[in-house]
């Protein structure tokens, strides 16, 4: 077959390219010997419990500041009344006041969970994305189906323990 004639796609699927050649396995044998890659691999880079924990809290401020900034220019530019009528304006802003409240109180307190609802703000991307939206739909969906199947499984557990 003339690989002119195939286009991009065939030429990457012929099957001569998935079989190795001599040369090409004893190249591969040759990587265990690099002593730096056996390094990387062995010796995975670390940071610190105290490093991790000064980059989380750097990282906290720095996303309630930006966060807070953003709650205050919507504010200013579509008015109080606006901004409350979008639901998922008001779900922001309290995201925004709890974090502000928990970095005033920084009293180790239950506070510092909410956090993860900042992970939700990816569900703005709903609006703009109606493939995504389609595929939240249909998790949804299958959610009755898997806790009918997770009832079922703890009752057999249950049952035959």
């Known amino acids: ?10 030429q990457m699927m ?5 079989v190795p050649t001599d040369d090409e396995e004893n190249s591969l044998d040759s990587l265990d010997d690099d002593p ?27 996303f309630t500041f ?9 504010i200013l530019a579509e008015g109080c009344f606006h901004y ?13 006041l709890v974090s502000i409240m928990e970095l005033i109180e920084d009293s180790g307190s239950g ?18 994305m109606p493939a995504l939206k389609r595929q939240l739909v249909i998790m949804l969906r299958t959610l009755d189906n898997v806790a009918v199947f997770f009832a079922l499984l703890v009752l057999f557990i249950f049952i035959f323990r």
Not at 84 to 96: A, L, M, P, Y
């Open 66 to 74: 930006l966060f807070g900034i953003e709650m205050a220019l919507k």
């Open 36 to 62: 730096s890659l056996r390094m990387c691999i062995e010796s995975p880079i670390t940071i610190s419990p105290d490093e991790l924990t000064q980059a989380l809290e750097m990282s906290n401020l720095i």
């Open 111 to 128: 506070l510092s969970v909410l956090r993860t609802f900042r992970l939700l703000r990816i569900l703005k991307l709903v609006r703009f």
């Open 84 to 96: 409350i009528s979008d639901g998922f304006n008001v779900f922001d802003g309290i995201v925004v």
């Open 14 to 18: 012929r099957p001569d390219d998935d």
């Open 1 to 10: 077959m003339d690989l002119d004639v195939l286009g991009p796609v065939e």
